[in-house]
């Protein structure tokens, strides 16, 4: 084997084993038509990856009131739009804009899930799209 062959073949074996890397589940579950409005208090703020969450305890423009599960983006990706990983904390009263699920069920912790479209946060600050419209992504 010459060396361009050998280099070759380990692009492809690297290519081949990165492919699983590149696979990603979508925001299909979740309802991007809609915008509830979840006013309430954080009782957990997760920045981690793939994804970040937060958990809110609230009360709901429409659906269930109670807690919340919202799926937001990488941590990288909300670093672009603004958020950090002190953005939130446990107790801060806010208020968040989220796509609810299509299929409204009740998750194993009873709360309900959602995935990020904006938010208020307790010092007034805004992030996101905070004016009832929009879509949430995982990109």
Known sequence: MTIKTTGIRLLAA???????ALAHHSTSAFDNTKVVRIEG??????WIN????IKIDGD????????????????NS?????WKRNSLATGDKV???????????????GSQGALYV???LADGSKL???DGTGAGSDR
């Open 14 to 20: 690297a290519a081949l084993l990165s492919m699983p």
């Open 41 to 46: 208090t954080i009782t957990q703020f997760r």
């Open 50 to 53: 793939p994804h970040a969450s």
């Open 60 to 75: 709901a423009s429409e659906g269930t009131d109670g807690l919340w599960t919202i799926e937001m983006t990488a941590p």
């Open 78 to 82: 909300l670093l672009l739009q603004g």
């Open 95 to 109: 208020v968040m804009f989220v796509n609810p699920l299509k299929n409204s069920v009740t998750l194993n912790d």
């Open 118 to 120: 904006g938010a208020i």
């Open 128 to 130: 996101g799209q905070t």
